[in-house]
């Protein structure tokens, strides 16, 4: 395992030798200690499976629906859930990088010690998502997506482009939003109580605020 730190945020993460693993295109009901690349498998219905321990890469994976089950000690790269359905997992000790999950809808999803990198959520929803050790998102895409009922607090949202991503009934607090592009979020200011930000986000904030409170701003 190695860790890595963004933040205050420090994420445990596997450290996997491909030499180690044993190469594989079938899931399945599950995986352990394997090698997968380029693998078709949209559309696929998985039911309690779980991969572990494993480094998957160019995975298509679009269109599938995975309920319960777990990714445990796995790197994901370049995989893509467009549109996939993800309910009642447990995903920890993961590092998904560069991975696509346009559309796709996560719900009842609990994370610990997971770093998604350079991923896109755009149009993706999350519902009871939550947060049970540390996680961090780093130059992710999660315009127009939707957030609700998530219970996030203290995770790491650097860097991320957050226009048109709408936030209801959602626990961020401690949450670290430096570096995020905040002008367009749809939130509450409450979804906000706790966060992070950086001088220069104050001007979005303030954006926020006044578009929260219907205020109306006229010359003297």
Avoid at 7 to 29: C, F, H, I, R, S
Avoid at 52 to 62: A, C, F, P
Avoid at 158 to 181: A, K, V
């Amino acid at each position: 395992m190695r860790t890595t730190t963004i933040g205050d945020v420090k994420v445990l993460l596997p450290d996997l030798e491909p030499d180690d693993l044993d190469t594989t295109t079938n899931l399945a009901d599950g995986l352990t200690e394997a090698l997968v690349g380029g693998a078709a498998w949209r559309g696929a219905h998985l039911e309690d499976a779980s991969i572990r321990s494993s480094l998957i890469t160019g995975v298509d994976l679009s269109e599938s629906t995975w309920e319960g089950g777990s990714l445990y000690g796995c790197e994901i790269i370049r995989t893509d859930f467009s549109g996939a359905t993800l309910i009642g997992m447990t995903i920890e000790r993961c590092a998904i990088t560069g991975s696509r999950f346009t559309g796709t809808r996560l719900t009842d999803i609990r994370l610990k010690d997971v770093l998604f990198d350079g991923c896109r959520f755009d149009y993706a929803t999350f519902h009871r998502v939550t947060a049970a050790g540390s996680v961090a998102f780093t130059d992710c895409t999660l315009t127009n997506g939707a957030w609700s009922s998530c219970r996030l607090p203290r995770i790491a949202l650097r860097s991320c482009e957050l226009t048109g991503l709408e936030l209801n009934s959602c626990q961020l607090d401690g949450t670290d939003l430096r570096g995020s592009r905040l002008q367009g979020l749809k939130t509450p200011l409450d979804n906000l109580r706790g966060v992070t930000l950086s001088e220069d986000q104050l001007p979005d904030l303030t954006q926020l605020a006044v578009a929260a409170l219907d205020l109306t701003i006229g010359n003297d």
